[in-house]
């Protein structure tokens, strides 16, 4: 009989080895980059238009005037920085891209996803995804001299019909350039990716329920009203802030068919306006020290709101997965 | 005894009838529309198009109205509303590329691609001057700003698939949050961390900087799909065979997904290779070709157009724009079909 030697104990050493150790330091610290450069934009913008902010207070957002007044050594006598013009067109044109742009998107998204056949369906998207991948100069472009003639004509018949709703009223018949084109050349840029995530969100709809709609005898347009459309409510609300999110931060294309004034204009169809991101652009050349860090004061406000406005859009459409079933 | 042989039918396909009665409707819309053309204000293409959306929508309503009552009336209802809004987001992509082809290709010539547009001004011949400075300016700063996006978005990428640290979640929802930064911000950032306080001039590397963050989130996400994609046996194979995680990732998890990284690289590209307003604002935008990104004003395709458009008026200065928009068309054509192709060819695998 052989006496067999039990083997010492040996340690099980769940401690990683150094060079994962390393690695995974170096994953987790490029992991911080984005935490860490929205930080920086946040920071750095707030560090420069503090000053400014401070001198204007809760009247940079609500007061409408943006004037630098010199005498004529160029000497500033007075300088008055005002966002609310620009505040309210932002909001505006944005506004207008996305009750024209999420109901078309919406819609298309349904009959990509239920109506279209595989050959058109697949030519229908890539159009639709190459159209997201177009510059904003493009669509500016565009937007200046082919969409601008057609959107007047309708202006003006908007104007004609709907004149006694103050918002469609004019003060002077100028139709060329109105937050109304603006929002539409917006709309058009939104609609690629309001459609991709509203279709992205219906394709998710669970297949027997749908099988069940219909085998309960119901028609299409009942199936979507009764399965698809509760399901995919916060997808498609979520796709639609983003699309305002996108539209609040547009500078060319807004630049290229808006005649940028800076006045409050409520009457979309009268051409003034501007956003913010505009008139950064059109203050930008001429300023001095002052004035540009009145500009990054206005380019913190634009900042925060579209990472407000995206953030939320991001919780709704993330959420989806959630509900249901 | 003889035999029936049944005849497969396909009951779901519409009849000649059916067929017939939808060409009826089709008639008596165009019919309607041109009458109400007649009788209101409307006039031109749009208002005809709008008129036989709204006679088209009617028509079908009533006919289906008539043949089956109100359920099948509503679904005919969002039938012909859901076609008419895809015809609706067809048209605009369509017709920009057609006029893009159509006004630009008289202003293209091969000194677009020899010549910049230092001795010459957007008003004069369309034969003088070129696009090399902004195409050299172009190639440059998306050049670099791939260099400084690439490590971070795949490092970001894969801290959220291969980590899943604490802060894996928080960390998603900011690359997404930042994915909405407007370009024009990004433009300000740098104006205000780089520009003022340290180099004092704009110069191709800040613009480089500006479109890197816009293209971070792009290739972060991007990447982080195609690594979710990679099944999770692969990774347990590898720490299996006794590798650490660090080998795992660099020799198993990366070369499968090479051809989804390129894709990312390519949307990424696409995102910022238009960009204008942070161009506008950090690269100074110059004339001559420049060839150091380091010190002195760089142009870009984006801003070639820009300068076009807005500091000519002459014809000359349209077909300037419009030549630019074709070449700046044809880059995005370009990458955005590569894409496809990369990802179609890796899904049929």
């Given at each position: 009989m052989t006496d067999t030697q039990i083997p010492a104990r040996i340690e099980l050493v769940t401690k990683p080895r150094r060079s994962d150790q390393f690695f995974r330091f170096v994953v987790t610290t490029g992991g911080m980059s984005s935490l860490i450069i929205l930080g920086l934009i946040f920071a750095f913008l707030a560090y420069r238009g503090l000053g400014v902010l401070r001198v204007e207070g809760f009247g940079f957002l609500t007061n409408s005037d943006w004037s630098v007044v010199e005498d004529e050594n160029s000497n500033i006598v007075s300088q008055d920085y005002g966002l609310a013009a620009m505040l309210v067109g932002t909001i505006l044109s944005a506004t207008i891209a996305v009750l024209v742009g999420v109901p078309i998107a919406v819609l298309s998204a349904l009959f990509l996803e239920?109506?279209?056949?595989?050959?058109?369906?697949?030519?229908?998207?890539?159009?639709?995804?190459?159209?997201?991948?177009?510059?904003?100069?493009?669509?500016?472009?565009?937007g200046f001299m082919v969409l601008m003639p057609s959107a007047e004509y309708w202006a003006k018949l908007l104007n004609k019909y709907f004149g006694w709703i103050p918002v469609f009223d004019v003060p002077v018949p100028f139709f060329t350039r109105s937050p109304f084109i603006a929002g539409l050349v917006l709309a058009i840029m939104i609609i690629p990716i309001?459609?991709?995530?509203?279709?992205?969100?219906?394709?998710?709809?669970?297949?027997?329920?749908?099988?069940?709609?219909?085998?309960?005898?119901?028609?299409?347009?009942?199936?979507?009203?009764?399965?698809?459309?509760?399901?995919?409510?916060g997808g498609i609300v979520g796709g639609a802030m983003l699309?305002?999110?996108?539209?609040?931060?547009?500078?060319?294309?807004?630049?290229?068919?808006?005649?940028?004034?800076?006045?409050?204009?409520?009457?979309?169809?009268?051409?003034?306006?501007?956003?913010?991101?505009?008139?950064?652009?059109?203050?930008?050349?001429?300023?001095?020290?002052?004035?540009?860090?009145?500009?990054?004061?206005?380019?913190?406000?634009?900042?925060?709101l579209t990472l407000v406005v995206n953030g939320v859009a991001n919780i709704l459409v993330s959420r989806l997965g959630k509900v249901g079933r | 005894m003889s035999t029936t042989t049944i005849k497969p039918g396909r009951p779901w396909e519409p009849t000649a009838k059916e067929r017939s009665q939808k060409g009826l409707n089709l008639l008596i819309a165009?019919?309607?529309?041109?009458?109400?053309?007649?009788?209101?204000?409307?006039?031109?293409?749009?208002?005809?198009?709008?008129?036989?959306?709204?006679?088209?929508?009617?028509?079908?309503?009533?006919?289906?109205?008539?043949?089956?009552?109100?359920?099948?009336?509503?679904?005919?209802?969002?039938?012909?509303?859901?076609?008419?809004?895809?015809?609706?987001?067809?048209?605009?992509?369509?017709?920009?590329?057609?006029?893009?082809?159509?006004?630009?290709?008289?202003?293209?010539?091969?000194?677009?691609?020899?010549?910049?547009?230092?001795e010459a001004t957007v008003n004069s011949p369309i034969q003088e001057g070129g696009m090399l400075a902004a195409i050299v300016g172009t190639l440059i700063?998306?050049?670099?700003?791939?260099?400084?996006?690439?490590?971070?978005?795949?490092?970001?990428?894969?801290?959220?698939t291969e980590i899943k640290g604490k802060f894996a979640r928080p960390i998603r929802f900011l690359v997404q949050a930042m994915s909405g930064v407007p370009s024009i911000v990004a433009g300000l950032f740098?104006?205000?961390?780089?520009?003022?306080?340290?180099?004092?001039?704009?110069?191709?590397?800040?613009?480089?900087?500006?479109?890197?963050?816009?293209?971070?989130?792009?290739?972060?996400?991007?990447?982080?799909?195609?690594?979710?994609?990679?099944?999770?046996?692969?990774?347990?194979?590898?720490?299996?065979?006794?590798?650490?995680?660090?080998?795992?990732?660099?020799?198993?998890?990366?070369?499968?997904?090479?051809?989804?990284?390129?894709?990312?690289?390519?949307?990424?590209?696409?995102?910022?290779?238009?960009?204008?307003?942070?161009?506008?604002?950090?690269?100074?935008?110059?004339?001559?070709?420049?060839?150091?990104?380091?010190?002195g004003p760089m142009g870009s395709i984006p801003f070639y157009v820009w300068n076009a458009f807005l500091l000519g008026g002459s014809e000359e200065s349209t077909q300037r724009t419009w030549a630019?928009?074709?070449?700046?068309?044809l880059w995005v054509l370009i990458l955005f079909t590569i894409a496809r192709y990369i990802s179609s060819r890796s899904q049929k695998r």
């Open positions: 239920f109506y279209a056949g595989r050959k058109i369906r697949n030519i229908l998207i890539g159009l639709i995804d190459l159209m997201a991948a177009f510059p904003s100069i493009l669509f500016g472009l565009w309001c459609t991709s995530i509203s279709r992205e969100v219906f394709s998710q709809t669970p297949l027997d329920r749908i099988q069940a709609a219909y085998a309960l005898g119901a028609t299409r347009f009942s199936m979507i009203r009764a399965v698809v459309l509760p399901f995919g409510r699309g305002l999110g996108r539209a609040m931060g547009e500078t060319v294309a807004v630049y290229t068919v808006l005649n940028v004034v800076y006045q409050v204009n409520w009457q979309v169809l009268f051409g003034a306006g501007g956003n913010i991101a505009t008139l950064i652009i059109l203050k930008f050349g001429e300023a001095d020290r002052e004035e540009i860090n009145a500009l990054m004061a206005a380019g913190l406000v634009l900042f925060l | 165009v019919a309607l529309s041109l009458v109400l053309l007649f009788v209101t204000g409307l006039n031109g293409k749009l208002g005809w198009v709008a008129a036989f959306f709204f006679s088209y929508v009617s028509v079908s309503f009533i006919a289906e109205y008539r043949r089956a009552g109100k359920p099948a009336a509503q679904d005919s209802l969002l039938t012909s509303i859901s076609r008419f809004a895809i015809f609706l987001a067809i048209i605009p992509i369509v017709s920009i590329l057609a006029t893009v082809i159509s006004k630009g290709w008289r202003g293209l010539h091969w000194g677009l691609f020899t010549q910049d547009m230092s700063m998306v050049g670099l700003a791939l260099l400084f996006t690439l490590p971070i978005a795949i490092l970001t990428a894969l801290y959220l740098i104006l205000s961390s780089i520009v003022y306080p340290v180099t004092g001039e704009r110069s191709g590397l800040m613009g480089a900087l500006a479109l890197s963050i816009l293209m971070i989130p792009t290739v972060a996400r991007t990447a982080e799909e195609v690594l979710l994609l990679i099944p999770n046996d692969l990774r347990e194979a590898g720490l299996a065979l006794g590798a650490t995680q660090w080998r795992t990732v660099a020799m198993v998890v990366v070369p499968a997904v090479k051809s989804g990284l390129v894709t990312a690289i390519i949307l990424g590209i696409a995102r910022v290779i238009g960009e204008t307003a942070p161009i506008l604002l950090v690269s100074g935008g110059g004339d001559a070709t420049n060839f150091n990104p380091v010190s630019g928009l074709l070449v700046l068309l």
